[in-house]
């Protein structure tokens, strides 16, 4: 067989590829693959496995690329032109072995119909909340729950918006607030439609609640003479990205778990514009609270006022001061882990003022008597009821860390402790590096210096080993 290497190709077509294959996340030799493949299809050809170099994971495409245990993707087609390519991505899912069931919109029957959908599926495609026929069968909560992911194609902006609203006035969006699985979006719409505030606000507003996206692409637009982003990623792209987070999936080792996590300094008012508070920067909490998502878990984030963007697909509880953040540490449980990173203020003033405290001639500077706040930790890890299986706190110290860390770990009941220098000369608070030792029940392990982020993989995946069955 004749061979062709990319670099033998022109610099124009070499460029056009890496572009195609920037935007499906795929690399370069893959696109290749993936366009071949789709030539082959469109003529008949059966046997492309033979592109898959031996030793390496087969590129996305048919029967090579099958889970072993078939995955279950709930497809929801909106209503746009784009609809009918949907047609293609469920027979692009079943040649990859998923097990696909679809929900059509209203507004989708305008474009496709229940009965081609359903053809290609092989079984019926589902439309109507009220539909005894869909609804009393399978119903929108096992519809939600039965699938390991829900891929919505055409993502229309009406639906988006619905979503970024938690609207459930049809099946389709009955089934998105349901569903406990990941959610992607393939967008698909006119490009002033996509550029829009509005469609850009709900935008950023399902990537915070950690929807996953593919496209949309740039390109021409049904509309005569329209281009620009807003074309719906093709099924192919589609098909990988619903491979690449289905195998994700299946490396997240704290899927079904529910963390939660304290973070940044506590404010504790003095009058209506003082306060008391420390140089906490919220960076290791946020990013402890970032990993455990990205493991799968379901993560509340109780963070006191920081500068830092929302971590994605966390539930951010804001707070200010002790109390409110033992409040809401509360009424997050139960939870499976607790992880208590916030620089919590020992004192709060006995008295704060309700009005502004005034400089009075000829007065002495005011006493601010002080009072302790609730310890945090030490209430959760002493709970009768609803302990966290794995509470897990941090020793702020400037001198004897471990010692102090050892005696803390025993004085607030908690099972792991993760002691840290915080000396100005450390840098360590505010900054992005930390160095831990941790303390547990069986010693103490020194970590190797490492920014926050390294941290917090490592603190979750020592959560992930004590969680399921290994040693910690
Ligand atoms: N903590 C808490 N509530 C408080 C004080 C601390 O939940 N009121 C938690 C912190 O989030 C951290 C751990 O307890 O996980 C230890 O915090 P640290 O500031 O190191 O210790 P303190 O308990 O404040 O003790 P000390 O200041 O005497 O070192």
Redesign the pocket.
Same mark, same amino acid.
């Given at each position: 067989m004749a061979s062709i290497t990319i670099r033998q190709l022109d610099e124009a077509l070499k460029k056009r590829l890496r572009l195609r294959a920037a935007r499906s996340g795929r690399s370069v030799e893959d696109e290749v693959r993936t366009i071949l493949r789709e030539a082959a299809d469109a003529t008949g050809e059966e046997n492309l496995e033979a592109f898959t170099p031996p030793g390496r994971a087969a590129a996305p495409g048919r029967a090579a690329a099958a889970p072993a245990k078939a995955a279950r993707v709930l497809l929801i087609i909106g209503g746009g032109i784009a609809a009918y390519k949907s047609l293609d991505l469920i027979r692009r899912l079943k040649e990859r072995r998923f097990s696909v069931r679809c929900v059509l919109t209203k507004a989708a029957k305008h474009f496709v119909t229940p009965l081609s959908a359903g053809a290609i599926l092989g079984e019926p495609a589902f439309t109507d909340l009220f539909d005894p026929a869909s609804e009393f069968d399978v119903g929108h909560i096992p519809l939600a729950r039965e699938c390991d992911l829900v891929v919505v194609a055409p993502a229309t902006a009406d639906l988006m918006a619905k979503m970024a609203g938690g609207h459930a006035d049809d099946l389709a969006t009955a089934a998105l607030l349901a569903t406990g699985a990941k959610i992607l979006l393939a967008p698909a719409m006119n490009p002033h439609m996509w550029a829009n505030k509005a469609t850009q606000r709900n935008l950023a507003q399902l990537v915070a609640d950690g929807v996953a996206l593919v496209g949309p692409n740039e390109g021409e637009m049904a509309e005569a003479g329209e281009r620009g982003p807003g074309r719906m990623a093709e099924p192919l792209e589609i098909a990988a990205a619903v491979e690449k987070l289905l195998a994700a999936s299946e490396t997240q080792p704290l899927k079904g778990r529910r963390v939660l996590v304290?973070a940044g300094p506590t404010h504790e008012p003095i009058d209506p514009v003082r306060y008391i508070a420390n140089r906490s920067s919220g960076k290791q909490g946020h990013a402890i609270a970032a990993a455990a998502a990205q493991a799968g878990a379901e993560v509340m984030l109780v963070s006191g006022p920081v500068n830092l963007p929302d971590p994605p697909g966390v539930k951010v509880i804001k707070v200010e001061s002790?109390r409110q953040m033992l409040d809401a540490v509360q009424k997050a449980l139960p939870v499976d882990v607790a992880i208590? @990173? @916030?620089?919590?203020a020992?004192w709060r003033v006995a008295d704060a003022s309700a009005q502004k405290l005034k400089k009075q001639p000829g007065q002495t500077t005011p006493e601010l008597p002080l009072v302790e /706040?609730?310890?945090?930790?030490?209430t959760i890890a002493h709970r009768k009821t609803q302990r966290p299986t794995l509470v897990i706190?941090? @020793? @702020?110290?400037t001198e004897n860390v471990a010692a /102090?860390a050892k005696a =803390?770990l025993a004085r =607030?009941g908690c099972d792991w402790i993760l002691a840290n220098d915080v000396s100005p000369q450390t840098g360590i608070m505010g900054g992005d590096r930390n160095t831990i030792e941790l303390v547990t029940g069986s010693g103490v392990e020194p970590w190797p210096p490492q920014t926050k982020e390294a941290v917090a993989t490592m603190l979750v995946s020592r959560i992930a080993a004590a969680l399921n069955g290994a040693r910690a």
């Open positions: 304290t002790a208590f @990173a @916030a620089a919590v020992d /706040n609730p310890d945090i930790l030490s706190g941090f @020793a @702020a110290e /102090n =803390k =607030k």
